[in-house]
DNA sequence: AATGAATGAGGGTTCATTCAT
DNA sequence: TATGAATGAACCCTCATTCAT
C-alpha cells in the first residue's frame, strides 16, 4: 500500500539527485537522462518540474542563497570592525557547512556558470559580503583578502576531503575539525585586512 | 614557397587557440569546430595534429608542467625548513605567473579533468609539491594548509581580476603587485605550518 | 455558486480559441498547452471535451459547414442559370462573410488538412458548390473558373487585409466594401462560364 | 564502378527531395529524418550542407527568385499602361509555369512561412510586383485586384489538378493549355485595374 | 468538470570522429 | 598537410496523450 515513489515531493528529489550527478561529473556531462534514470522516471517528467536544464540549476542554487543573504543582512546592521569581519566569516562557513556539494559545483563549474545568468547573481552576493568585510577605504590588498577569504573557506572544505583521501594510515577526521581548519584559514587571511602594508 | 600559415608550428596554434577557448568557455563547451574556425582551418585538420580532443588538452598541461616538475626536483633535494617551504611557494607562484590561462582552466574544470587522466597526473604532482612544504610529522591541519596555500596562488589571479572589473575609480593594478599581493596571502596561509594547533 | 469560469460553454470556447491560434500560427505550430493556457484551465481539460487534437478541429469545421450546406441545398433546387451561378457566389460570400479566420485557416493549412479526412469532407462539399455553378456541359476551363471563383471570394479577404497594413495614409477600407470587391472580383471570374473560349 | 550516391550534388537534391516532401505533407510535418532516409543518408548529413532546417527552406526559396526579381526588373524600366501590366502577368505566369510545386507550398504553408523571415522577403518581392501593376492613384479596389490576379496564377494550377483528379471521362489536359487558362482567369482580373468603379 | 503528474515518441541540433582524396 | 563529406550517438526539448484523483 505504500507508494512506490517515496512521495510526490519529486521535484525537490530531482533537485537533490541534480545537485549530486552536477557536482559529480559537472553540469555540461551530467545528462538530463542520467538524473531520470537515477530518479526512475522520464525525461520528460523533470520537464513537468522545471522549464529548461538552466533551470534546474536554478533551483538548486536558489536553495543555497538563503544563508548568504542572512549574512549580508546581519552584516549590514552592523558598523565596520575586525571584530565583524570575522563574524562575517564565521556566518558565511557555517552556512556553507552542510552545502559543501553546492560549493563544490560552484567552484567546479565556473566556466559554465559564469555563462548561466544564475552565476551573476551569485557573484553579485559574494562581491556584497566582500564589501563588508572590508574596512572604510580599502586598498586594493584589503578587497583581494577579502574574497580570497571567503573563498578559502569553499575550496578547504574539498581541499581536506583530498588531503584525507590520500594516503591516510591517520585517524579519520571529523568534519567539525575540517570546518575548524576552514575557519581558521580563511581567518588568517582576512586578519591582514585594513593594516598597512607592511611589505 | 612561403608558407601560408604564419609558420608551419600549427601545432603550437591548436595548443594556442584551444586553451584560450576551453578555459573561456569550459573544455565541454568548447567545441572542436570553434577550435578550427578560429584557427581558420577544417576540424578535420585538428585530427592531423591530435588524436582526439582529450589528446589536445593533454598536449596544453604537458605545457604546463616543466616549472612545477623544477620546484619538485629542487624541493627535494632542499632538507625541509620554512625557509624552504616558502620558497617552495614562491617557485610555484613564480612558474605559474605567465600560465594563468592555464591555471584558470584547471581550477574552473575539475569535473572534466578528475575524469580525464590528465587529471590524476596532475593532482599527484601538485600532492607531492605539497609534501615538500610540510614538515616531518605533519598534522592534519598541517597538510590542509599547504595545498590551500598553493590553491591561493591559483584562485587569487582571477578574484584579483574580478575585483579589478569590479567598479573601481582606482589606477589599474599592474600585473606584478597583483602577483605580489597573491604570494604575500599564500605565504600567511602556510606561515602556521608546524606550529603547534594554539586554537 | 456562480459559474466560475464565465459560461459553461467551455467547449464552445475551445473551438473559439483553438481557431484563432490555428489560424495564426498554423494547426501543427499550436501546441495544446498554447490553447489550454489562453482559457486558464489545463491541457489534460481539453481532453475532457474532445478526444483528440485533431477532434477539436473537426469541431471548428463543422461549425463551418451550415451555410455551405445551405447554399448546396438552395442551389439544387434552381435550374441551371447564370443568374443562380451568380447567387451561388453570392450566398457563397455572404455566409463565409463572418467566417474569415476558417476560411484562412483552410487555405493556409491545406497539407494538414488534405491528410486529415476532415479535409475530403470539405472539399466535396465545395466539388458540390462548383458543379452547381457550371452549365450543363462544362469545359475544362468552366469548372476551373467555378472552383478559382469561389476561391477568390476566400483569397481575397486576407489579401485585402494585407494591402491595407501596407502603407496607405489613405482612409481605413470598411469591411462591406472589403466584401464588396471579393465579390466583383469573384463574379468576374465566374462571367465567362459556359462562353465559348475566345482565345 | 559508377558512384552509389548519384554525384557530389548532395546539396542539390536535398533541395528537391525538401521541396518535394515540404508541398506534399507541409513544412512543419516533413522531419529531417525523412528527408535525409529519402536520400539515403543521415540527418547528420543535412547540416553539413545547410545550418538549419530553415536554412533548407530558405535554399528552396532562393531558387524560385530569379524570375520574379527579372519580371520586377523589366516592369520598372516600362511606364505604366494597360499592355504594360498586362505583360507583367504573363512575365510572372511564365516564370511560374515549372516552379509549380513551390508555388503550391508557399500556399499551403503561409502560417509557417509568415513567421519565418523567408516570408517577409517573398511578400516583399510580390508587394512590388502588384504595385507595378498598378496605375498611378491606385485606388483599393485596384491594389486588391492587382494581388488576386497574381495569386490567381498560383491558385489556378492547382485547382485545376484537383479538377482533373475529379471524375474525368475526359481527355487528360495538358500542362500549356492548363497554363492558359489560368493566365486568362488572372488577365480578367486584371482588367478592371484603372477602370472607375461601376459598382 | 477538471487537474497534477507522468509518459513515449519524436523533433531539430550538435558533437567528436572517420576516411577517401 | 590538410579538406570535404559523412556518420552515429547523444543532447535538450516539445508534444499529444493518459489516468488516477
Not at 510526490?8 to 557536482?23: H, K, N, Q
Not at 538548486?60 to 569581519?85: K, T
Not at 557573484?123 to 580599502?138: C, F, S, V
Amino acid at each position: 500500500m505504500t507508494t512506490q515513489t517515496p512521495r510526490g515531493d519529486t521535484r525537490a528529489r530531482i533537485v537533490d539527485v541534480a545537485l549530486e550527478l552536477f557536482s559529480e561529473h559537472g553540469y555540461e556531462k551530467t545528462s538530463l537522462r542520467e538524473i531520470a534514470d537515477r530518479l526512475g522516471v522520464t525525461k520528460a517528467a523533470l520537464y513537468y518540474h522545471f522549464r529548461t536544464k538552466e533551470d534546474i540549476l536554478a533551483g538548486i542554487v536558489d536553495s543555497m542563497s538563503a544563508p548568504i543573504d542572512e549574512a549580508i543582512a546581519w552584516g549590514r546592521e552592523q558598523p565596520y570592525s575586525p571584530e565583524v569581519r570575522d563574524e562575517i566569516v564565521r556566518r558565511f562557513a557555517e552556512g556553507m557547512a552542510d552545502r559543501q556539494r553546492l560549493l563544490r559545483f560552484f567552484h567546479e563549474n565556473q566556466p559554465t556558470i559564469r555563462e548561466l545568468s544564475v552565476g551573476t547573481r551569485f557573484k553579485e552576493r559574494m562581491i556584497n559580503l566582500t564589501r563588508l568585510m572590508q574596512g572604510p577605504e580599502p586598498t586594493f590588498e584589503d578587497r583581494v583578502r577579502a574574497a580570497v577569504s571567503l573563498m578559502v573557506i569553499n575550496v578547504t572544505h574539498f581541499i581536506s576531503e583530498a588531503v584525507e583521501e590520500e594516503q591516510c594510515g591517520n585517524e579519520p577526521v571529523d568534519p567539525e575539525s575540517r570546518q575548524a581548519v576552514a575557519l581558521r584559514v580563511a581567518l588568517d587571511v582576512a586578519e591582514q585586512i585594513g593594516k598597512p602594508a607592511q611589505d
